[in-house]
Structure formats: C-alpha cells, structure tokens
C-alpha cells in the first residue's frame, strides 16, 4: 500500500498526481540533475535522473525516492526512481523525439526537466508541428474543418466552401477523414462515382504493403460557374469491387494501428498526400489548389493529427454552449500545458455555427456571447498575457494578445446562420441545394469570410479574373 492511500488519508487521484510529480520533478532538477518525467498509460509516473556526471548518494536517492510514493500514492511505477547509471541504453529514452520541454521552466537553469507522456489514443495533440513543405510549393493549402461536438454542420459547411472555391477557379479536393462517420463523400459525389478504394483502404494497405495504385478520388463532376474550377473528393469508403465484400468494418479496426516504421500519424499523412497526387494524375493533370479536410469530430487520433500536422488552418466548429466552451477548453489547456500555444494558437479560426437570426433570437446579441465566450478561453490558455507596461514594453512586439474586437483574431468567430430546410433536405436528391435562397443567405459571410482564409490570399486576384475587373 502507497503511504498516502493508507487508511485515514485521502487517495491521490489523477488530477493531482500530475501537477505533483512535475513539482517533484523540477525540485529535482533544481538540484542540478537532468531529469525526465515518464507517465506510463495507466497515468503512472516513473522519475529519471541523469546522475552519469554526477553520482546520487545512498541519502539523496531515498529523499527522492519517499518523496515520489508519499506524494503520488498510486499514481507511481513499481520503479518510481530510475538512474540513468543503472539503464542499458539510457540515452535512447531520455534524448527520445517524443519527450517535450517543461514549457514553465525557464531555459539555462539548473537542471533540464523534460515530459514524456504515454498514452492510447490522443498523443498527437501534444506534438504540434508545421505540415511539410510549404503552400503553393510542393503542396496545396490545406485547412481542417473541425467540430468539438457533432451535430454542428461541419460537413455541409465543407461541401459549400468546396463548391463556393470550385467556382472561384480552384482544384479544390475534399478529403473524408470522419472515418466512423463518412460524410463529406456521399454529400459531394453519387455512389456510382465513388473510387473503389477509400482513406480506410490506404491507411490499411500501407501498413503491409505498397498502395500507389489504389483508386483513390473521384471528380465529383461539378459545374462550377468558372469552367476551370474541379471539385475532387476523396471519401473515407470506396465502392469495392465485385470480386470480394468491402470489409468497411474490418479495415477501420485495424487503420489506427501503430506499426514500427508505419505509425498512424505517419500513414495518414501519406494517405492525404496520395490523395493529392491522385488529383494531379486526373484528365487535366492539375494539382489541387486548396485541400478540405474534414475531420473527426472530438479528442480523437484522426483530429489530433488533422489540426496538429497536417493543416495550414484549423476552422474550429461550435455553437455557443457549455459542451462547446467545456471541451474546447479541455483542448486548448492540453496545448498550453504541453507547450504547444505558440505553435497552434495562430492557425485556429472559430466558426460560430447554427446562429439563429430572428425576431426571438438575435444573431448580433448571440455572435457577441459566442465571442466573448471564445475570448475568455483563448485568453486564459493560449494568448499572452500583456506586459505591465502594455504596449510601451520592449517585448511587446512579441506577444500575441489579440483585443476581444479584433476580427482577425482566432477567436473572432465567422458565423453560419441556423437555416431548418437544410436539416430535413438530401442533398443528393437536391443537385443545386447549394444555389438555394435560403442556403445562400445562411453561409453568405461564412464564406466570404472563409475564402480568403483557406485560400491563403490567393482567390481576391481569382475573383478580379471570373469578374473581367482589374485585380
């Protein structure tokens, strides 16, 4: 038994074995060691010490090692306290790629702290990193479409941003990542169009062997009112073929695997890669332009990896409420916690969904709650905090502290309006649903708003063209 979940004291429960052991961990480090934090899947912790240049004695190793089971209870390994003098191959744990910086430990101090975090599912929230390459060089612009909750319209949103950048003149390719749920696929093409291979079948196959020849996006024929416009879609199901059934189910119980050398986060990478490059490979053999990713909704490994590796921009789905604002904040906190502010914070974009605009609701009095409500998160997770001296200060320049008014902000919302015929409608029976009034004026600023976001600048000299007017 742990001595602080003996009886007559109160356990130690997972909230609080974290801040504890990271406070262990710097008092540690405080001493002059290099130390490396390790919580294993079950939210345990183990404490690494580097003690190769400089020997622990006998006193010091029990001082550290009481303090760990007096102030974690349950939340400790069988091994609490490692030296690293005692690891075969030490260096291949502490120096791992996947171990981050305490982001409130100032650097040069004493003694490094360093995090490595194991988990089932969700990891890659915390490795937040630039897509590769760059936009308009060797990859399109790629923005996630992103949904805390369901139910919020995320992917109708993605079918009318899709069509509305077709008719601007873009290659614009939709790719199906709601894995459990597909539905930007069988919004945007019929079946009989569909490819026989989906995003579940190269996430498989590249797990085992090569899959540059899976028939992967379908054009999904749309006349765009620009005739160089292409909308592709690249759904999460294929059709199949007729030689065997289409083990939907089997495959998407074995796509979030992770392999030595084929990792999840790394196949789905490649499989939105090869996605547009089978655009390229189309009868007009041009590459896409913008790229929609619809993602998963929720803490999920599909999501995680969509907004932390994979895209330019994240649009950030949402109504104004509490499942909104309590999940969200859970996501933001896990960035800041992480470390991970600065390198996320300035490719979200909100999106205030459903707003209802009557003479019961405002839409001006709700989008000003909706705001105000995203601020209050941004602020206390992911922006700074302004200096003493407010602008004057010499490291002002470096903060990013946006004002709750600025409409370039992330949390600045752009709103769809709450339309009720687009709840009941299908679309697939509706080919011109998108040209509809009342579809219309519900995504009117969404996409207004959006375009020039997504399209990283670049649809204002397209516009100037379509309408024959000087850019």
């Known amino acids: 038994m742990n001595a602080s979940d003996a009886p007559g004291r109160a356990p130690v429960r997972f909230d609080e074995a974290g801040p504890r052991a990271l406070a262990l961990a710097r008092s540690t480090g405080d001493e002059g060691f290099d130390v490396l934090l390790v919580r294993d899947v079950l939210g345990r912790f183990t404490l690494i010490v580097d003690d190769r240049r400089r020997p622990v ?169 620009n005739r ?100 969200y904040r859970d996501l933001f906190t896990a960035w800041q916690s992480s470390g991970q502010a600065e390198r996320i914070r300035e490719r979200l974009k909100m999106v205030a969904s459903m707003v209802p605009d009557s003479a019961h609701h405002s839409m001006d009095v709700y989008l000003q709650s909706f705001r105000s409500h995203a601020f209050e998160h941004f602020s206390a997770t992911l922006y700074d905090e302004l200096p003493a001296d407010d602008a004057v200060s010499s490291s002002a320049s470096e903060v990013f502290a946006p004002s709750e008014k600025d409409k370039t902000a992330p949390h600045y919302a752009i709103p769809i309006l709450f339309e009720p015929g687009l709840v009941s409608m299908d679309a697939l029976k509706s080919p011109s649903w998108q040209n509809r009034a009342f579809v219309q004026a519900a995504y009117r600023d969404f996409l207004r708003v959006a375009t020039p976001l997504v399209t990283d600048g670049r649809v204002g000299a397209i516009d100037s063209e379509v309408e024959g007017t000087a850019p």
Not at 103 to 116: D, H, K, Q, T
Not at 188 to 201: F, I, K, N, Q, S
Not at 244 to 254: E, F, G, I
């Open 57 to 225: 004695d006998d006193e010091t190793q029990e001082r550290w090692h009481s303090a760990l089971t007096d102030r974690l209870g349950a939340y400790i390994t069988s091994q609490p306290l490692t030296l690293a003098s005692t690891m075969f191959a030490a260096d291949t744990l502490l120096a791992s790629p996947r171990a981050v910086p305490d982001p409130l430990r100032p650097p040069g101090g004493a003694g490094s702290v360093r995090l490595l975090d194991n988990t089932v599912v969700g990891e890659d929230w915390a490795k937040v990193s630039a897509p590769d390459d760059t936009p308009s060089g060797s990859r399109p612009y790629r923005t996630a479409m992103y949904g805390f909750k369901g139910g919020v319209g995320r992917t109708t949103a993605t079918a009318m941003l899709a069509r509305h950048l077709a008719d601007q003149g873009l290659v614009v390719l939709v790719v199906d990542l709601d894995l459990e749920s597909p539905g930007a696929g069988p919004l945007l093409v019929t079946d009989d169009r569909l490819p026989t291979y989906g995003l579940v079948d190269h996430l498989v196959e590249s797990a085992v062997s090569d899959p540059d020849d899976l028939d992967l996006v379908a054009n999904s024929n749309y006349r765009a009112r």
């Open 228 to 327: 160089l416009g292409e909308l592709w879609v690249a759904p999460a199901r294929g059709r199949g073929t007729d030689a065997a059934p289409y083990s939907y189910v089997d495959k998407l119980n074995r796509a979030y695997a992770d392999i030595p050398g084929a990792s999840f986060a790394d196949r789905l990478r490649r499989s939105v890669e090869a996605c547009e490059a089978a655009v390229a490979r189309g009868d007009s053999e041009r590459r896409p332009d913008v790229v929609l990713l619809d993602s998963r909704a929720g803490i999920h490994d599909v999501a995680a990896v969509t907004i932390s590796r994979l895209c330019d921009l994240a649009l950030l789905f949402g109504a104004d409420n509490s499942q909104t604002w309590t999940g």
